[in-house]
RNA sequence: GCCGAAGUGGCGGAAUAGGCAGACGCGACAGUCUCAAAAACUGUUGGGGGGUGACCCUCAUGUCGGUUCGACCCCGACCUUCGGCACCA
């Protein structure tokens, strides 16, 4: 008997032969196909917990299985960096956010090499590094260029008393988080990247291998829908605007509009309030002011608004109607004006019933008697009450009618979005400067590109307020315009952090490229990758994001593609008795400690064991044992002596049952890799090792052959077990690495059954399962069914009306 | 409220082109070893019923219906849980 397997020795052992050897190198001349797995990075949060692993060693397992088929993997590691919990760092704890963040890289670090996974730790990219934000400024200049960059005014949260901006978590109950004071919304001028440019290519995933809700939420997140602008004539003297534009799908229920609601934005909200309204008005608006978008769009609130005592006129049939302001409208999304039909709108109904405004239904059903008293028709129907549009379908009115408004010049046909442009501006500290200078003689002067990186400074001043320090830092601020040389100012808005991970993945493939962003043949090399993981809270914003760089660097001329990641996939999360883990719980799983006592190639197996990946779990270690025991048996039943157990002579049916087995095993395994399903992977190398510690058992077969089964099995285990496999590898006498072993194949021929199992049914129940060979025939089967004793107890004393039969796998005798 | 996903033993989960429900693991129980315990190993393990026994019958995949020779899988209605959400006009 040897000792037993020490993965505490063992693994940093390996650990340091890899690093040393630079197994992992990654080389981009590798006459290899290419492969590029990628793993979302981690932000520099401080540990790594379970989560983490849950993200990281499966990948990992992933990239070694395609290394081990001969592929060139990139599969590399970097650290998203800015962000505000350094800010909070240096503001609770007075810690530079600098040092905090490079101190827990440094954690960080450590933690991720005791995974032991195939990182080429030359490629490390960290955002907050001037040699990486020099080249996101220089996005930034690129996408300005372009024309993609604009300056608008958009409302922040601001808090009065601190004299800051505030992020949304930073609002707690409409409240500061730091002095409770109300928090109201400010308007300020930002920069913003037009995305919206690309929104019709962004809801297009075709070539795509994406999970399907992926692609429905970001199909969903742009929401195209087309309808028609129309305007109403504003029926208020001395205004100096004479129409209101409203943006409507249902352009068909344009006769039952009883009122118009603006949100309490619109400027036109101003200038047409009469004087009785004015306070109610002000009042309303300024308590939606104080109200967070997502309060304002929660359905749990009543819909509440005001009437602005001004009137508007509906072209079509002259009707006059009230204007209404409403925060359940938003500015932002097709006009900041709907035209309210209470009769076949649901929001609008509930409106209408609240202030008691008329229901005036213009649409019916022949199924149903239009009550529209009750609740909203908004279904298609039969148009009445709609001047000559009348006995329409409704359909076929929403042409007609677009038409109609098209032809007398009140409106258009459009194409709205609810998608929006990126607004990239942050009014922080630990963000990557948006290079620009403001000069009273040029106005705004984008950076030239030999002046980047604009350096973050580091002797700045945090304020306790949260304000940003870097609009107080003289040396940063002072500076001259590039362009007439006179004193000017620096921005000192901050970018957006998504910019940073929009395109880091192309810098991990020439990550110390001095003349750009990136080296354009690695690029070609490398890109699109062939697989991005992470975790679905990315599946909008992050995703998104880099979808739209891709497309803009692809128009600029920059890169041959326009989509960055070719499959994606989504693990679930882990859970802490079915609770998001997080530090403010205290419910933080640190994997450290299983590490220290059973070793990473457990944790990473039980990780993958505990189910499928995409669903995630809750953390339960109960069941890690299992998996610790498992890797023991293996160790065992490799490296004890086989002859003193028996020693039999080759061929034997023992050894052809065994390496049909194996061939088996290869194929699911292989099988189970590709479609990233982790638990069903190890449970079939379970079967494969217990069947394998059966035959050892019962010496059943030559030690060549046993050899061999056994190799294979190591070889399939060694992503999953890196360390474990290359010591039990190391021990059997072959030669290192076993990371540098090829992929075992299947033959499907060997991996074919000799017999099969026939399930007999009678009338869809189970009664009796016979052995047949391989190629039975129908005919074959059905006898052997009928023969079948068992079957004769149930079909006796019945009429034969029908024999269903499944090709290698079943009879069913139907009876009556 | 809307959208999406999912409900299977004591537990995590297998099995989907409609064809043996419960693979694999945990736990539990029994045994081996031990003075004893732990560890390790071996065996049993969905419920109910029957047989001395190899076994046999029956019920069972959230609930109720439907389609089918046959349903965890497809369809309809409902219940529950978990995710996402921007009242999208």
Redesign the pocket.
């Known amino acids: 008997m040897v000792e037993k397997y020490n993965p505490i020795e063992a693994e940093p052992k390996w650990q340091k032969r890899w690093e040393e050897s630079a197994i992992y190198h990654v080389d981009d001349n590798n006459k290899n196909p290419k492969w590029y797995a990628l793993t979302m990075f981690p932000y520099t949060s401080g540990d790594l917990h379970i989560g983490h692993w849950y993200a990281m060693a499966p990948s990992d397992v992933y990239a070694r299985f395609k290394r081990m088929q001969g592929y060139n993997v990139l599969h590399p590691i970097g650290f998203d960096a800015f962000g505000l919990p350094a800010e909070n760092a240096a503001i609770k704890r007075g810690i530079h956010p600098k040092t905090w963040t490079m101190s827990n890289v440094e954690n960080m670090r450590r933690q991720l090499k005791s995974i032991g996974a195939i990182y080429d730790w030359d490629r490390e990219v960290i955002t907050c590094l001037p040699e990486y934000y020099k080249w996101t400024q220089w996005f930034f200049l690129k996408l300005w260029q372009f024309g993609l960059a604009y300056r608008a005014k958009a409302p922040v949260n601001w808090c009065p008393n601190c004299q800051a901006v505030l992020a949304n978590e930073q609002v707690v109950n409409g409240g500061c988080w730091r002095c409770e004071t109300l928090v109201v919304r400010r308007d300020l001028e930002q920069w913003f990247f037009r995305i919206t440019k690309y929104a019709d290519e962004l809801m297009r995933h075709d070539e795509l291998d994406w999970p ?2 992926i692609k ?2 970001q199909a ?4 195209r ?1 087309e ?1 028609v602008e129309i305007s109403f004539v504003i029926d208020y003297p001395g205004v100096e605007e004479k129409e209101i534009s ?5 352009p068909d229920t344009i006769y039952g509009v009883t009122f118009m609601v603006l ?1 309490p934005e619109h400027p036109l909200v101003q200038k047409i309030t009469t004087s009785e309204y004015k306070l109610e008005v002000e009042t309303y608006i300024e308590n939606a002011r104080r109200c967070s ?2 309060e ?4 749990e ?1 009543k ?1 509440e608004g005001v009437f602005t005592g001004a009137y508007a006129i509906n072209r079509l049939n002259g009707d006059k109607v009230p204007i209404w302001i ?5 500015l ?3 006009t ?1 004006a ?4 209470p009769a076949h ?4 109904f ?1 409106f209408a019933e609240r202030y008691r405004l008329p229901v005036k239904a213009v649409v019916v059903s022949s199924r149903r008697d239009g009550d529209v008293l009750k609740e909203a028709f908004i279904e298609n129907g039969l148009i009445v009450n709609s001047g000559h549009f009348n006995g329409m379908e409704s359909t076929a009115a929403k042409t007609a009618i677009a038409e109609y408004v098209e032809q007398q010049g009140w409106g258009r046909r459009v194409v ?1 979005y ?2 929006r442009d990126w607004l990239v501006s942050r009014q922080r500290y630990w963000g990557a400067p948006i290079p620009a200078v403001y000069c009273d003689k040029c106005g705004i002067v984008p950076v030239p590109e030999k002046d980047l990186p604009v350096l973050l400074p580091d002797d700045v001043e945090f304020k306790a307020t949260g304000e940003s320090p870097l609009k107080y830092c003289k040396s940063f601020v002072d500076t001259n315009c590039p362009n007439c040389g006179e004193a000017a100012r620096r921005e000192t808005d901050t970018m957006d952090t998504f910019m940073c991970s929009s395109w880091y993945f192309m810098r991990y493939t020439s990550p110390h490229f001095a003349q750009g962003a990136f080296d354009t043949d690695a690029i070609i090399k490398w890109m699109p990758t062939d697989i991005y993981t992470g975790g ?2 990315h ?2 914003m992050h995703l998104f994001y880099s979808r739209f760089f891709l497309k803009a660097l692809r128009d600029m001329g920059l890169v041959h593609f326009g989509e960055p990641f070719k499959r994606l996939f989504n693990q679930g999360t882990v859970t802490r008795d ?3 883990m997080s530090k403010s719980k205290g419910n933080v799983v640190n994997p450290d400690k299983y590490v220290s006592e059973l070793g990473a190639d457990t944790v990473r197996a039980y990780l993958m ?4 990946w995409e ?1 995630g ?2 953390w ?1 270690d ?2 890690i ?6 890797l ?2 293996i160790w065992s039943m490799a490296l004890d002596k086989y002859d003193e157990v028996g020693c039999a002579a080759e061929g034997t049916q023992a050894a052809k049952d065994m390496f049909r087995l194996m061939h088996q095993t290869i194929r699911s395994v292989t099988e189970d890799m590709d479609r990233l ?1 982790f ?2 992977m ?2 079939s190398l ?2 494969y090792s ?1 069947y394998l ?1 059966k035959i050892r058992e019962a010496g059943s077969v030559n030690v060549t052959e046993y050899r061999e089964a056994v190799s294979v099995l190591l070889r399939l285990l060694a992503p999953t077990a890196p360390h474990f496999t290359e010591e039990v590898w190391s021990r059997l006498g072959y030669a290192y690495s076993i990371h540098n072993q090829r992929w075992p194949e299947w033959d499907s021929v060997i991996a074919q059954d000799e017999e099969i ?1 026939l ?1 007999v ?1 009678v ?7 016979v052995t047949a060979p391989a190629g039975v025939t129908e005919d074959e089967a059905k006898s052997l069914a009928l023969n079948s004793s ?1 079957v004769q ?2 079909t006796a004393g019945k009429t034969l009306t ?1 024999v ?1 039969y ?1 090709p290698g ?2 009879v ?1 005798i ?1 009876m009556k």
């Open positions: 399907e809700r429905l939420m969903n997140w742009v929401g829908s309808g409203v943006f409507t799908t249902r949100a978008e997502i304002r769009l929660s359905t609130r819909k409403a925060d359940y409208v938003l932002s999304y097709g900041g709907v035209m309210a039909v709108d649901e929001r609008d509930v709205s609810k998608l679905a809270e599946a909008v079915h609770q998001k064991f505990i189910g499928p669903q779990g809750d339960d109960s069941g044992m299992g998996l610790s025991r498992w023991g048996r399903r638990n069903t190890i449970s379970m079967e217990n510690a199992l399930v049914q009338n869809g129940k189970v009664r009796d399962k068992k107890c149930f029908q269903v499944v796998k079943l069913n139907v």
